[in-house]
């Protein structure tokens, strides 16, 4: 008799990043092995993008009362699933009273899995009553009380050990056959002759550029042919004159990404962005794109430095490597092959496949 799986997440299918490379892209794989599985997200593809936006606090609220009356659904649904996926949690707000439901009451095997820090936050000015309101300590509650844990790197590992020892280390991964495959593509220049430095995110991870953009200017004044391009859902504040701005699209993603030449990830260094699980890095390097990325958590296992990319800490070693890759274009060809073999063995849907399918187990 067929498994059957129950995901509970927090966003609709095809939008979220973490979401698409934690697991949906693993759907036709459990498909072919046999099991049945059903997603039920807190925010439906209608309502979901307000909490993006300032003001539609009414709708904002009919989202969250949506969101809730569907979790207390999802309930009785679970009922009829061997197993109970839950993507980071299962409510935006307040303590886990359905995960405890879930687990305590209806018996359920849940499969807890979160590829960031999420017990803690990057936001410095974070207002109390909204760090009340998150109640970020639930997910060592979550930990405890799931069959299994599956997180994207060792750091968030090592916390999910202190209150569970069924830890999967499932690492966020790319599918490199069907869609991050260059040569599938045709590789476009936005401009002829110019060579693209380029990073991509969400506008919450917007800020790590601030970093690196005095860098940036430098580079852009001292080689013409360089264009800074960003693709992200909300276009950056950066000071720059050759800034490009591409928003982000699910469809025309692969296309975009292949108009960088050289690939980005500054990240600063403290306990959030160790639970950072390397996904721009891996996108660049799946592509072929050389990589330049802070050395940070899991970045120091994805790149090894010198041979599929660079890893930086000062300003001056990021205008160094920045400036090598600019200049050698034979450079940027081997790193970006060294690149897409790593991926290939370590962090792609094929590599990681036995693993995944090892949680339901």
């Not at 360089?226 to 699209?249: G, T, Y």
């Not at 296309?255 to 990830?265: E, N, P, Q, R, V």
């Not at 970006?336 to 399918?357: A, M, P, Q, W």
Request: with cysteine; aromatic share 12%.
């Amino acid at each position: 008799m067929a498994k059957r799986i129950l995901f509970l997440v927090p966003y609709p299918l095809k939008e979220s990043p973490s979401q698409r490379f934690r697991f949906e892209q693993y759907f036709e794989l459990l498909l072919n092995n046999g099991f049945q599985f059903e997603v039920h997200s807190f925010l439906k593809s209608h309502n979901w993008k307000i909490f993006f936006k300032s003001g539609q606090t009414l709708a904002k609220i009919l989202a969250l009362g949506a969101g809730f009356f569907n979790r207390v659904l999802s309930l009785f649904h679970s009922l009829s699933y061997d197993f109970v996926f839950i993507h980071r949690e299962l409510t935006p707000l307040g303590p886990p009273v359905f995960e405890w439901m879930l687990a305590k009451i209806l018996r359920r095997k849940i499969i807890y899995d979160f590829d960031d820090a999420i017990w803690l936050t990057d936001r410095n000015e974070e207002p109390r009553l909204l760090k009340l309101l998150k109640y970020r300590s639930k997910v060592k509650s979550i930990c405890r009380w799931s069959y299994k844990v599956s997180c994207g790197n060792e750091y968030l590992g090592d916390f999910a050990g202190l209150y569970n020892k069924r830890v999967v280390f499932n690492p966020t991964t790319i599918e490199t056959q069907a869609r991050h495959n260059p040569d599938l593509k045709t590789k476009i220049s936005l401009i002829k002759n110019r060579i693209t430095i380029g990073w991509t995110g969400s506008h919450s991870t917007l800020k790590y550029l601030d970093e690196i953009e005095p860098v940036l200017q430098k580079l852009e004044n001292k080689f013409p042919m360089v264009q800074v391009l960003v693709i992200a859902d909300r276009k950056p504040l950066l000071k720059l004159n050759s800034l490009l701005f591409i928003p982000w699209r699910e469809k025309s993603e692969i296309d975009d990404l292949l108009k960088i030449d050289i690939g980005i990830m500054p990240l600063p260094d403290d306990e959030w962005t160790k639970g950072k699980c390397g996904f721009k890095a891996l996108q660049y390097m799946a592509l072929r794109i050389p990589t330049v990325a802070s050395p940070v958590g899991v970045n120091s296992k994805i790149i090894d430095h010198g041979v599929n990319g660079f890893l930086c800490n000062t300003p001056e070693e990021w205008e160094n490597a920045l400036t090598e890759l600019i200049e050698n274009n034979t450079l940027r060809s081997q790193m970006g092959e060294e690149g897409r073999k790593k991926v290939i063995n370590h962090y792609s849907v094929t590599s990681n496949s036995d693993n995944f399918l090892s949680l339901f187990e």
